[in-house]
């Protein structure tokens, strides 16, 4: 047999070599004998400090296969405390914005016999043998139990949350599906109680609990320890806060606390800035965006505001994500296609190119200067301040492109140093906008840095130069009919039945002038009866010579007849002719909701006009003033038809053909006339009405007018090529007041001396 021997060395240094290699062999085996023999320590059965990152590791998560569908139903259950008060206002409001977007399901737990009115199909538990009497720790006790009892088995992530929290469902799940959940874990912000609290809350220095405002997640067997024990921890309360009363039987039962990394502040963030309010703050935060619970919003109309800011910041990143797509499609097919020569600039450089290069002094496009948070503008700008606060818009804009911005940063500065930048305030910049290009920022920012090495942060401050352009993006088109708009707005039944067009009601004043009467009951027969349009008539009648008025009412009987179905009527008044009581009694004629257009029995219309009426009149909301078209004296202008007849349409009367002729030479868009206008009744009412002691020539139009423009009423205004004002002499009355009497004369004026010019090229002299 052979036998191996190991050969000593002899002598000190031998010895010396020996035992080294002796102690560096024995530590070797002792470490890998541990590492053999010792389990992993549990997560859940330690306190967790420091970065999430060291608890939850950032592995991106697959789409489910179709084998894993069925569990990735029962992901998590968010269980939602609430009063009977709130079911109606805050419950409604967290259930329509948040609450149908958990991977999961959502229940309300209120007291017994609670129910909703508000008609929304929220789920809701009534918890027999519970009142809504604060602080509510046996509803929270009982709403654990309630989902150990019915969802153990089905759910892997419990959340106990209040009805004033916002939970972004995205975002919690991709955080817990790096989580495991069979270990026990208690997940949320610490809390250690107030100063004037600590050593009464039954807490032991190194413990605390998970605060119930921004909400509290619990994993599976967190719930299967303690809600067995839950008899127990009701019976031995030592504090009015139910939140630390669940942290301590946590605790106790669980053997775990709640994680006290230092960024559970901002992943479950609490605006304690603006607690007293009621609301989350100013939404242009990085936190804001980076939260996945924010608290508190007690108010419907927050929880609706910020959930809007959040869909549009999605909105933004799914643009941007497409850019960034289109981005290394371009790339690819440069490295596809090598015959296409390779750019020697980016993506972003081509698209930043500016081929405008001023020639003068006005052409160059001058910077705002931003110092701190104050803007100092050009002289050429349209505001002559030199300097003043940075308005609220502009700073919103700003903040919200910097922080886009610094997104970008941040994902270079984690990926090569570790470290994450925060943008602070603007020490100084510049901006402008281009409107080509769109809006431009050179910027010196602020920033606040957090290097992290192995398991220490380190805070720096530091500054960082930015170049921003926030380019144009392509046209948006949304369609939306009046009706949708009124309902929104609140100010339409829901209930009333929609109509395919909705009926315009025309209200014509009229006294005597027979002739041009036949020429608007031509026009009104080619665009609206034989059309059946959904348009009605009104006719106010002041009465004047007996066989004019009686030649009038002959006309429209003989239209009634024509056209059965037309709707046409006639109220006859006595008096002196005034166009704004005419208009007001006829306006009294309708209910709220009639679409009313105040009309000149001067005046020829299309029926895209009366499309045009519809879609630009708005229920409390916007009015409709349209521009229109006015003819010049024919003597002067070559106007096409005339009140005398159309050539071109002699069969049917004066319509668009004849009398839609619209140049510079045959007259001119009338912008001191507000006199036609599309208003809805109540619109109408809620602004006063005509002033009926204006008496004479024009000025109740511009009065009923400003007082729209005073309204909180849009007032749009706008020319409009389907309503034509037909010439006819005016007579301007002396013993009118100054102010009327040179209006009169100034529209006289403008019916002929605008076309005086092409009258004398002509060669006409003379007038007949």
Sequence with gaps: MVQARIKLRRGLPGMLMNFSAGVILGFSMTVWLTVLMVPEKRLGQQRVSGHMSEVIKPAKVGRPDSDQLQAYKGHIYVGIMTAKKYLNSRAV?????????????????????????????????????????????????????????????????????????????????????????????YIGQAGFGKEHEHGRLGLRPDENYCMGGPGMIMSRETLRRVVPNIHWCLKNLYSSHEDVEIGRCITKFAGITCTSAFDTREIFFNDYKNY??????????????????????????????????????????????????????????????????????????????SHFYPREDRDVLTWDAVVGKTLYQSPTSNDRRLSRGTPPVWKTAMDTNILQAMETVNLDYQRRYRTRCGYNSIHHGYQRVDIMRGPEYLLDLLVVCRHKSKRKVRMMLGRKSLYLHQAYTGVELQEQSSRQMALDNGSLDPDMEPTAKETVHIILPLRGRLSTFERFMKNYEAVCLETQSDVQLLIVLFTSTKEE???????????????????????????????????KVGASQFGNTSLLFFCDVDVIFTKHFIDRCRANTVLGRQVYFPVMFSQYDPKFADVGGTADGDRLNQRKGPTSEGYHILTKNTGYWRFSSFGMACVYRLDFARVGEFDTSIRGWGMEDIDLFQKFVASDLETFRAVDPGLVHVYHPIHCDPSLPAVQYNMCLGSKANTYMAALPNWLRSGRTTCN
Excluded: C
């Excluded at 009987?557 to 005419?582: C, E, L, N, Q, W």
């Design 549 to 583: 008025s009686r030649g009038i009412l002959d006309v429209l009987d003989d239209y009634k007849a024509k056209y059965p179905f037309s709707v046409i009527k006639v109220i006859t008044m006595t008096g002196s002719f005034s166009r704004g009581i005419g208009l």
């Design 93 to 185: 409001a967290t259930y329509e914005t948040w609450g149908k977007l958990i991977p999961g399901k959502v229940e309300f737990f209120a007291a017994t016999g609670s129910k909703t009115s508000s008609g929304a199909d929220m789920p809701i538990v009534s918890i027999p043998g519970v009142n809504d009497v604060y602080p509510p720790q046996k509803k929270a006790f009982l709403m654990l139990q309630y989902m150990h009892d019915h969802y153990l088995d089905d759910y892997e992530w419990f959340v106990r949350a209040d009805d004033d929290v916002y939970i972004r469902g995205d975002k919690l799940e991709n955080f817990l599906r790096k989580v495991d959940s069979s270990q026990a874990l």
């Design 276 to 353: 007293n309010k009621g609301k989350i703050g100013e939404l242009h935060k990085a936190v804001i965006d980076s939260a996945i619970t924010l608290h508190p919003n007690k108010r419907p109309e927050y929880q609706y505001k910020l959930h809007t800011y959040l869909l549009n910041q999605r909105a933004r990143d799914l643009k941007k994500h497409a850019f960034e797509l289109h981005r290394r499609i371009g790339h690819m097919t440069e490295l596809l296609e090598p015959k296409t020569p390779a750019k020697g600039f980016s993506h972003w450089q081509k698209h930043l190119q």
